[in-house]
């Protein structure tokens, strides 16, 4: 049975960082591209971030991209989410994803991703 579980976020104040892991179960993370989405209150999902498996190529949309960094680690069979200079707008749940995908990474949810239940990230101002 494969899982993914998230954990890492808490309450935060503005400018601070947080770490976020996605440690998975039932499957070995380096043959997947794990994506980080995320979820504010009253809004959608959003992709924020991915890694590709093996060579571990990440990719950033414009509003997180030089201030969150996407790294894993094999052997503990986990992808981290480092998030620096948080604002309050990045106040949401943070999940992450896995795909089977042998090259590169994409933050289009998929049908057969395998999801995490998230962790709530707050900035306050």
């Known amino acids: 049975q494969v899982q993914l579980v998230e954990s890492g976020g808490g309450l935060v104040q503005s400018g601070g960082s947080l770490r976020l892991s996605c440690t998975a179960s039932g499957i070995t993370l380096d043959y997947y591209a794990v994506a980080w989405f995320r979820q504010a209150p009253g809004k959608e999902r959003e992709g924020i971030g991915c890694?590709?498996?093996?060579?571990?190529?990440?990719y950033y949309v414009d509003s997180v991209k030089g201030r969150f960094t996407i790294s894993k680690d094999n052997a503990k069979n986990t992808v981290y989410l480092q998030m620096n200079s948080l604002k309050p707008e990045d106040t949401a749940v943070y999940y992450c994803?896995?795909?089977?995908?042998?090259?590169?990474?994409?933050?289009?949810?998929?049908?057969?991703?395998?999801w995490g239940k998230g962790t709530l990230v707050t900035v306050s101002s």
């Open positions: 994803s896995a795909e089977s995908r042998p090259i590169g990474c994409t933050i289009v949810e998929g049908r057969d991703d395998h």
């Open positions: 890694i590709s498996s093996g060579s571990g190529s990440t």
